[in-house]
Every structure is written in structure tokens, then in C-alpha cells.
């Protein structure tokens, strides 16, 4: 799967932030037990690792809600020193523009959202994978199993249907 973000010109300080003083957070719904937010919390150690920053450098928020208490999250992290936030619930993404437009000097990061744009903030961004991708393989698989259960005899082909809940 391949992130898109074509459209979105990086912004980037004169001066930029050596690697050892970067500090990174991250706000997410949930946490590790739950696949979603798992696999940003990968994403966010893989990072890490590429970039060879230390677990101290990394400051990670779980189980914050779709409310107010996303923007104190966010604010929590900012007052903390972080030079990059990133929050990946799309109900986050209100209390994330606010915390952005009282901390011009931090990057934030929203994962599915859609109002960085418009926002007129420099440092307001959204990210998403390119998720046609991904429907599209679970389009085959669907496919694929539908004519495993029919050489099975499970169904037949009449009964044969593939129905589709898009998010």
C-alpha cells in the first residue's frame, strides 16, 4: 500500500531541528491491542528506528477520544517539548486544528482527515494511504473465496453474492 500525499508541499524551518533534539508525539483512539491504532504505533516504532532516535525522543498518547480531550492531549504534548504530533482518529481532527493554530511552531499530523487545506495553517497537515488499493485486493480475496465456497459445493453460483460497506 502507498501513502498519498502528492498534493501536500513540505514545510520545513530555516533552521530544521538536529536529530538528536527531535521529540515526536503521537494521540491515538486506542491502543495496542486493537489493530488500528497497532499499526500506527508500528509505524511510529519503525520510524523511530530508521531515523535512529532513542524511546525517550517518542511520546505516545493511547485511548484518547473523539472529544476535548483530544486537544488536551495534543496541548499536553506540544507543552512537552514535541516537535512533530501526529493523531489518527478522524474525530480528532477538530481539537488538532485547534492546538495547531495556538502552537505555530509544531507540526501536526492528522491521519483521515480533510481540513488541513483550507485551514490556512502552515502547520496543519492530513495523511491517508491511497485506500483503493487496499479495496481493491479485498475485492479479489472476496472473489477468490466466493469460488472456493462454489468448487466446494458450500454454495452455488446462484447464490453466489459479494455485497460492499465502504467507510
Known sequence: MTVSMTSVAPVYAADGVAKEDLKIGAIYIGD???????AHMAGIDE????LGLSDDQ???KTTIPEDEKAYDAAVDLAE???DII??????HETYILQAAQEYPDIQFCHATGFKAAGSGLANMHNYFDAIYEARYVSGVVAGMKLNEMIEN???TADQAK???VGA
Open 153 to 155: 459445493g458450500t454454495i
Open 58 to 60: 517518542i511520546i505516545e
Open 80 to 82: 512537552q517539548g514535541c
Open 86 to 91: 501526529f493523531a489518527t482518529s478522524f474525530g
Open 32 to 38: 495496542e491491542n486493537e489493530g488500528y491504532t497497532a
Open 47 to 50: 520510524m523511530a528506528a530508521n
Open 162 to 164: 459479494i455485497g460492499y
